[in-house]
């Protein structure tokens, strides 16, 4: 194994016994054939797994709604991406010159897909068990200050309850336009609701996550509405 992956074997708390697993775990498609995508696919499954396993043990009451969502608030892009900087891996991913240029040791998907692989390499090379422990390690502090499920229902979701409750028509979206270059898009999206004169807009990387803050704005003016009208 590269000298170069030394620190982040001290970060993971773990020695590879096949040191061309974590070589190839942290190897872009961009840079070879060989590369981190069917790691990253067998690890996305463990820690889906292993994170089910926690939150079934932990949570006794919770519905599979509830645990479904929080599942989702743990294994997501964001939060992957936040432990892999934390394990400082993008100083220690392989990557095509066009990826380096723009900027890919600091992006969310390469760097979430990476923690994956990673994942997926632990397991192969250490079994099952040991991956169990790097998880929930990795994971610890957010498994022990999990929020209600219930708080966790994304804003379109709520926003559909809530114009049920109020019996007003479900909102509309509508991308009002997508900026950017392929691999780093940015959306902005309207939210419209027939029966409510104000217009929401939500921005982000991608469609849904736009669609998602729309919502939410359009949720906080109708709540805010409500507040007044009480008063």
Not at 110 to 115: E, T
Not at 149 to 154: G, N, P, R
Not at 181 to 206: I, L, M, N, Y
Request: contains cysteine; proline residues 3%.
């Amino acid at each position: 194994m590269s000298d170069s992956l030394e620190p982040l074997c001290r970060m993971l708390d773990y020695r590879f016994n096949d040191p061309a697993l974590l070589e190839e775990a942290v190897t872009h498609r961009s840079v070879s054939d060989r590369n981190n995508e069917r790691l990253e696919f067998l690890g996305d499954s463990v820690l889906n797994f292993v994170i089910a396993d926690e939150l079934f043990r932990r949570q006794p009451r919770d519905s599979e709604g509830g645990l479904s969502r929080l599942r989702a608030s743990l294994v997501n892009r964001e939060t992957l991406a936040s432990i892999a900087r934390q394990l400082d891996l993008g100083r220690h991913l392989r990557l095509g010159s066009g990826e380096r240029k723009s900027g890919g040791r600091r992006r969310d998907s390469i760097l979430s897909d990476a923690l994956e692989g990673v994942l997926g390499a632990v397991y192969l090379d250490g079994g099952f068990a040991r991956c169990h422990a790097l998880i929930v390690r990795l994971f610890a502090e957010r498994l022990e200050h999990l929020p209600d499920a219930s708080e966790l229902k994304d804003p379109k979701t709520r926003l559909q309850e809530y114009l049920q409750s109020a019996r007003l028509s479900l909102p509309t979206y509508e991308v009002l336009e997508i900026a950017g270059k392929a691999h780093d898009q940015t959306f902005r999206v309207e939210c419209r609701v027939p029966e409510v004169d104000t217009v929401t807009v939500g921005e982000a990387g991608s469609r849904r996550r736009a669609e998602q803050r729309g919502a939410e704005a359009m949720l906080r003016t109708l709540e805010a509405g409500k507040q007044e009208d009480s008063q």
